[in-house]
């Protein structure tokens, strides 16, 4: 889940995982905002964009194991 991905984002600061993180973290925010805005195919871009980031964060914090 996001939520999980966020804390081992959390968990981990090397500089390339925590920009990995802040961009995904971003683009989610961006998401919720168009989506509240009704913006509904931009707002389902934005949460695919954000997961990517957050799965490439994943992948980071695993290879650091």
Avoid: F
Wanted: glycine fraction near 4%; include cysteine.
């Amino acid at each position: 889940s996001i939520r999980r991905q966020r804390q081992m984002c959390k968990e981990t600061d090397p500089e390339e995982l925590r920009d990995v993180c802040l961009l995904g973290s971003s683009t989610e925010q961006t998401a919720d905002r168009l989506l509240a805005a009704g913006k509904y195919e931009e707002a389902i871009s934005c949460h695919k964009k954000a997961a990517a980031y957050l799965s490439e964060a994943m992948k980071l914090t695993q290879s650091e194991q």
